[in-house]
């Protein structure tokens, strides 16, 4: 397998105060799968994923090589790199109640992105639109693009987003902790939408989240980063199973730690297993 | 929306009628008697208690209080402010020509604040913490702290009097716009373009302009975006800036011989001609009302949130 992204030596620092908050880190992504990068809030996870879309806050700077089909990202002009974000490059963000424009209806940004990568014409797009958002489990398409961000729950517009995705048909996705502002329920069905869309496209990921349960379920390697660094990286069964950094040890056993004192307030059911 | 907008109106009636009720009491309790400002301003040399008694009756002023309040606010309804003390002239035919001589003034003060903001509030935002924001802010607040009949005697004396290029003071041309406005302008787009810069920055910071770079969209319509959002904000600001100006063009207005609203107040209260004062603070209040309810219904209608409300 051909690794589809392959990042190295990749610094990020703060040019206003020169705090480096990615010293040094290499990674690769293989063709169709999907890498998981976990750790502690303020571990870079997010810094990282924004870097490789070269689009962190004006302060904030990287050097290193990241390539993309052989391609290096860090190379290309500003216009040249806005073509591949969105086509190449999607993002999913985490809180879809802010993701969108809120004095605009959903649509407006769905049709602005596809006019601007396919230049399609309006029918066109709500035709393909239409069938992403209902392949992602949302009744009544035409009326969630006809309505303002405020009006839908954070789940129906993360699958919009997810839904956008699917239309573009990136290279590689990368869903910034997609699911950390929702309710289990919508959770577990968001969850759902991403397995389909790898089985269904075959699409490589870059998946960040806190929550080892989910990254178990759906990443085929895991990238483990402690304060900027990446301490472990691994198949996602051999980081679970034999993780050999403490850190991730203690990932692990805080995240054994409460499901047990789930399992306890459960009153012994088994519910917290994934 | 349509009902949103009859319920502004009718609630706006019993505020004009308090602010009526107001402005008749205060100059109910000034000391001076009416009719001996009438008898002065007629050049009577000796005036008698007889005389005095006459013209308060002349000027109904032998009525109860609430009486002649009620009279006051019946005639006003139909735009009869009563007579000038001092000219004997209808007050509608002395304040109406003022009122829209000011008007002109503070719309065309208005556009130029509003154009210089936005323009100068988008500058300085994406090229914040640079040296174009940080002069542009800079310069700003040196202007802005200069007082406006400081800054309207120093324009007076370089463009009028030393280059010749524009008049000193009158009504004349569009010329005779350029000096007020200038004034007015640098006043307030000083501190009008800091809330666009401050609402841009806000809003450039928000998740839904990072998905829309992520999703590949050009700089100029996310700008369009970061602007629709930000103008919500101004928007408000903007519609009160034009009753606040409209009020408080007394000072360039006096420098520059504008024979506006301004000018004809301060001669009102310095000749206590008290039915002009009167109409002049009612007209004023019902102006600031109206204001403030276009700027709450544009901002019901650009914000889909408070649409929902409703």
């Not at chain 1, 006809?146 to 517009?157: A, E, F």
């Not at chain 1, 996705?173 to 502002?181: F, G, K, Q, R, S």
């Not at chain 2, 007050?91 to 003022?98: I, R």
Request: aromatic fraction near 8%; proline fraction near 4%.
């Amino acid at each position: 397998m051909t690794n589809i992204l392959e990042v190295k030596n990749l610094k990020i620092w703060d040019s206003r105060n020169d705090r480096v908050i990615v010293p040094n880190s290499s990674f690769y992504v293989k063709q169709g799968s999907c890498l998981a990068i976990v750790g502690e809030s303020g571990s870079g996870k997010s810094v990282t994923c924004k870097a490789i879309m070269k689009l962190n806050k004006a302060g904030i700077r990287q050097s290193g090589d990241i390539l993309l089909r052989g391609e290096n990202l860090m190379e290309l002009s500003e216009q040249r790199m806005r073509k591949k974000r969105g086509k190449q490059l999607c993002m999913i963000l985490q809180n879809g109640m802010r993701a969108f424009d809120p004095s605009c209806v959903v649509g407006v940004h769905l049709k602005e992105t596809l006019m601007e990568h396919f230049g399609w014409g309006r029918d066109e797009i709500i035709a393909k639109m239409k069938n992403a958002m209902e392949s992602v489990m949302l009744k009544d398409p035409i009326e969630v693009m006809n309505k303002y961000p405020h009006q839908l729950s954070g789940g129906t517009l993360q699958r919009v987003m997810i839904a956008l995705a699917i239309v573009l048909e990136p290279d590689i996705l990368i869903a910034d902790e997609p699911t950390t502002a929702l309710d289990t329920l919508s959770q577990f069905e968001v969850i759902e939408q991403f397995l389909q869309l790898r089985e269904r496209m075959g699409c490589s990921m870059i998946f960040i989240s806190h929550d080892l349960g989910i990254v178990k379920l759906i990443a085929d390697e895991v990238l483990v980063m402690k304060e900027g660094e990446i301490v472990e990286n691994g198949t996602t069964q051999a980081i679970f199973s034999e993780p050999q950094h403490t850190y991730t040890r203690y990932l692990l056993s805080s995240k054994l730690a409460m499901n047990q004192h789930f399992k306890r307030v459960m009153g012994g059911v088994n519910v917290a297993e994934r | 929306m349509g009902s949103y907008i009859t319920k502004r109106l009718l609630l706006s009636i019993p505020l004009v009628l308090i602010i009526s009720f107001v402005t008749f009491a205060f100059i109910h309790l000034s000391p001076l008697d009416p009719a001996e400002v009438v008898l002065h301003s007629q050049g009577i040399p000796q005036i008698t208690d007889e005389l005095l008694a006459q013209t308060r009756a002349k000027l109904g002023m032998d009525q109860p209080f609430l009486t002649r309040y009620l009279n006051w606010v019946v005639s006003c309804l139909q735009l009869d402010f009563g007579d000038s003390y001092i000219t004997g002239k209808p007050v509608w035919s002395m304040l109406g020509p003022a009122f829209l001589h000011t008007v002109k003034l503070t719309l065309v003060s208005t556009f130029s604040i509003v154009l210089l903001s936005i323009a100068l509030g988008v500058a300085c935002a994406w090229k914040a913490g640079k040296w174009v924001d940080k002069s542009v802010r800079g310069v700003s607040f040196f202007l802005t702290s200069m007082p406006s009949y400081w800054l309207a005697a120093l324009l007076i004396w370089y463009f009028s009097v030393k280059l010749d290029l524009l008049p000193t003071s009158g009504m004349e041309s569009y010329k005779s716009y350029i000096l007020p406005v200038a004034v007015i302008t640098i006043s307030y787009a000083g501190i009008y373009f800091r809330i666009i810069r401050s609402a841009m920055l806000s809003n450039m910071n928000e998740d839904y302009v990072l998905y829309a770079r992520a999703c590949g969209l050009p700089e100029k319509k996310i700008t369009i975006h970061i602007l629709r959002n930000s103008l919500q904000v101004a928007i408000s600001v903007f519609c009160m800036a034009i009753p606040i100006i409209l009020g408080s063009t007394v000072v360039v207005e006096n420098i520059f011989a504008w024979p506006g609203l301004g000018t004809l107040s301060v001669k009102s209260i310095l000749s206590r001609d008290f039915p002009i004062i009167q109409a002049y603070v009612l007209v004023l209040a019902v102006v600031f009302i109206l204001f403030n309810t276009v700027s709450d219904i544009i901002n019901v209608a650009l914000n889909p949130k408070l649409r929902d409300g409703l």
